[in-house]
């Protein structure tokens, strides 16, 4: 399969990035953070000098991965300050995605309201009400900006946003009809804390053409003390799911990029030893 890495994750100097890039064998390159800027912030000449080092080393990108709607709320309304900063940014980072060749670019999703839908009772007594309606149109802008624009949104499972699953990943295409131009950002590291299982359950809702890209990470959730910890490749509560999703990738001829999420240190703050002590079991599983 097409392996890769989230480059920040070894360094935000990305010619360093892709020499360690290279001595692992990673061909396909996505770009979050490179030196002290966010893409969608670099210049034009920036940009150009990471175009060069990227086709020195032979590497395409995968994706562009800004933090597009991270950190709305529900109380937020399309076309308010908030979101026409994060639309122009949006903007920006698709520019960018044609300088670069990428096919994809990444959002997120507003900071998540716990309980979205109920029955029962739960409906009247816990449910937030409005919270997932309100969000649909603050992202429909941005499903029409990539279909206009020729490329694919992949939309993040995160931690703490509205889409936290594969099933509210899943749901928010089907809302906004938008098969095809939004697609699933699949980390089931970050879909352990709403403790959707990662296999056979989260891949489930991912077939018949939902599933856009990948980020492979390996934690320990612990929900009621409010706890996450990054764990070696392995060592966290996805160390028996990592073959059988390989597998099940394979035999569906998944044929997008699975990026290393290289987010784990040994206690030390140094991500690259962290990258170094975990690459070596990514590829076993995935390359």
């Given amino acids: 399969m097409k392996l890769g890495v989230i480059c920040d994750g070894i360094s935000r100097d990305l010619a360093h990035a892709l020499k360690v890039?290279?001595?692992?064998?990673?061909?396909?390159?996505?770009?979050q953070f490179v030196g002290d800027k966010e893409v969608g912030d670099h210049s034009k000449a920036e940009i150009a000098e990471m175009k060069a080092l990227l086709a020195r080393h032979g590497k395409p990108v995968s994706c562009l991965s800004r933090h597009v709607f991270a950190g709305m709320t529900s109380a937020n309304r399309p076309g308010d300050e908030l979101h026409a900063r994060h639309m122009d940014a949006l903007k920006r980072v698709i520019d960018m995605a044609h300088e670069v060749a990428s096919p994809l670019v990444r959002i997120m999703t507003p900071k998540k309201e716990q309980i979205?839908?109920?029955?029962?009772?739960?409906?009247?007594?816990?449910?937030?009400?409005?919270?997932?309606?309100?969000?649909l149109p603050l992202i429909a802008p941005a499903v029409e900006l990539a279909r206009s624009e020729g490329v694919t949104l992949v939309v993040e499972t995160g931690n703490g946003t509205m889409v936290n699953s594969n099933y509210t990943g899943r749901k928010l295409i089907d809302d906004l009809d938008a098969k095809g131009v939004l697609e699933v950002l699949w980390d089931p590291a970050n879909n352990?804390?709403?403790h959707e299982l990662a296999y056979p359950d989260?891949?489930?809702?991912?077939?018949?053409?939902?599933?856009?890209?990948i980020h492979i990470k390996d934690v320990k959730v612990d929900t009621p003390r409010a706890t996450l910890e990054v764990r070696r490749m392995g060592e966290g509560?996805?160390?028996?799911?990592?073959e059988p999703m390989a597998e099940a990738l394979r035999a569906d001829g998944y044929d997008g990029v699975i990026s290393f999420e290289s987010v784990y240190h040994p206690g030390n703050g140094d991500f690259e030893a962290g990258f170094r002590q975990c690459i070596g079991r990514f590829k076993d599983h995935f390359g």
């Fill in 21 to 31: 890039m290279d001595e692992f064998g990673l061909d396909h390159a996505e770009l």
């Fill in 116 to 135: 979205l839908w109920g029955h029962n009772g739960a409906e009247q007594w816990n449910v937030a009400k409005g919270a997932w309606d309100a969000m």
């Fill in 192 to 194: 352990c804390w709403c």
């Fill in 202 to 213: 989260g891949y489930e809702e991912l077939r018949g053409g939902y599933l856009g890209h």
């Fill in 237 to 242: 509560q996805l160390a028996g799911l990592f």
